[in-house]
């Protein structure tokens, strides 16, 4: 085999342009695929040539060198401020986070653990109501503790005395 450098010109490019190239669906033999796999059977890359690698393949490179222009920076930042944030809080939690957090973790609230609880029922308005509009998760703690087991079903109205301190509940 003949070694050297080989200048391609663009003459050859257009030459070869739309032509098959000769390899093209075909399999090399069994004999020239062992010839292939003891060329490069036990040599070792340089320490050079694996950083090279190395390099080549780390990282996810993606927008990597590119710089966000100011003004799509800007847009960034207001899209991602305030409720639509996906920061962790720590103990500070926000009320709104953590019933999200127990719906989540509980899923709806379906019932009222009130045991005092009874339906049909006066709504303020003195209108009779057969069953709650829906039912909510109550703090027990009153404290929004982190954490899920001090939560409890409730309907609206049982929900608004609880909080209120108007009805004591005996929780089990
Ligand atoms: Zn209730």
Redesign the pocket.
């Known amino acids: 085999m003949p070694t050297g450098q080989y200048t391609r010109t663009k003459e050859m490019y257009k030459t070869r342009m739309g032509s098959v190239p000769w390899n093209l669906g075909v399999s090399p033999s069994e004999e020239s695929r062992l010839k292939m796999r003891n060329a490069h059977l036990g040599k070792k890359l340089s320490e050079e040539t694996k950083s090279k690698m190395s390099l080549i393949h780390s990282g996810n490179k993606y927008n990597l060198g590119k710089t966000i222009p100011s003004d799509v920076r800007q847009k960034m930042s207001v899209a991602h401020k305030g409720v639509k944030a996906y920061q962790w809080k720590g103990d500070n939690v926000s009320i709104e986070g953590l019933h999200h957090r127990v719906k989540v973790e509980f899923g709806i609230a379906n019932k009222?653990e009130?045991p005092e609880?009874t339906y049909p029922r006066k709504n303020k308005r003195g209108e009779m109501m057969a069953k709650?509009k829906r039912y909510e998760w109550a703090n027990i703690s009153k404290r929004y503790i982190r954490d899920v087991k001090d939560f409890v079903q409730?309907?609206p109205?049982?929900h608004r005395q609880w909080d209120l301190g108007i009805i004591s509940i005996n929780f089990k």
């Open positions: 009222c009130n609880c709650p409730l309907c109205s049982c």
